[in-house]
């Protein structure tokens, strides 16, 4: 998910490791990637990324899941590459199908005020991304960011050390490549494709997702023609 990097991965491939053969991978900016050179955060420059990574593996048959943002990459891969024979499945976790303004909580607020001011408080992040991730920081340190991830991030099941494990991903991200990310995915649309995605796909939505609500997943499902919904009870993002 996009403010995270691979190591989101961790408790997945303590899991499935001895079984299957894993490969996580680094958004730009993120991790131990490197920063886009030419300041391109847009989702097809990222799905063009992931089919490099894909070609890389070499192996005859892929699934690739996506948590989120991952998810949106994941259904404009396969638009730009629906003849790729290695890739025999996709699951699309916690997604959409379109820019995430409109389909979170109070979507309908937020698609108002975004051109106005979420949009110009993007490039405001970027300017001075130095001062907003030292407010991170303080954040962090003050619990607020603990609190905000529990509520919108896990079930209330969580383990104190998975709560932490995933709030610290504010101390390691850069607020200025995040707003790039974000401004990136305000012109993400796929639904006008989705019919299209030729890929046996699972839909997997939180119950309870605030970030990204549960419709979401159902018109990926009813609109993905070989795809299957499961949903994660009281799950959220």
């Known amino acids: 998910g996009w403010g ?15 079984d299957y053969r894993l490969i996580v991978w680094d958004l730009p ?32 048959q892929i699934v690739l899941v996506g948590h989120s943002i991952g998810g ?4 404009t891969y396969a638009r730009l590459y629906p003849g790729s024979n290695a890739i025999s499945g996709l699951a699309l976790v916690h997604t959409t199908y379109k820019d995430p303004v409109r389909t979170t909580k109070h979507g309908a ?3 108002t005020i975004e051109k106005p001011v979420i949009i110009p408080l993007l490039y405001l992040t970027i300017a001075l991304s130095p001062l907003v991730w030292l407010m991170n920081v303080l954040s962090y340190l003050n619990g607020s960011t603990h609190r905000s991830t529990d509520t919108q991030s896990f079930s209330g099941n969580e383990t104190r050390g998975q709560l932490e494990f995933t709030a610290r991903f504010v101390l390691v991200q850069s607020p200025g490549v995040l707003a790039r990310g974000m401004l990136g995915m305000i012109k993400f ?5 989705l019919h299209s995605i030729a890929f046996p796909t699972l839909v997997v939505p939180g ?15 009813d609109s993905i023609p070989n795809s299957l919904l499961v949903t994660i009870p009281d799950g959220r993002h």
């Open 29 to 60: 900016g993120a991790g131990l990637s490197s920063r886009a050179a030419n300041r391109d955060y847009s989702i097809e420059r990222f799905s063009h990324d992931l089919h490099a990574v894909v070609e890389w593996c070499g192996a005859a």
């Open 207 to 221: 119950e309870r997702d605030p970030v990204t609500l549960p419709i979401a997943s159902q018109v990926l499902a």
């Open 189 to 193: 649309d796929e639904s006008s494709n």
């Open 4 to 18: 995270m990097d691979s190591t989101e991965w961790y408790y997945a491939k303590e899991s499935l490791a001895k």
């Open 72 to 75: 949106m990459i994941h259904q």
């Open 109 to 111: 607020l937020y698609t």
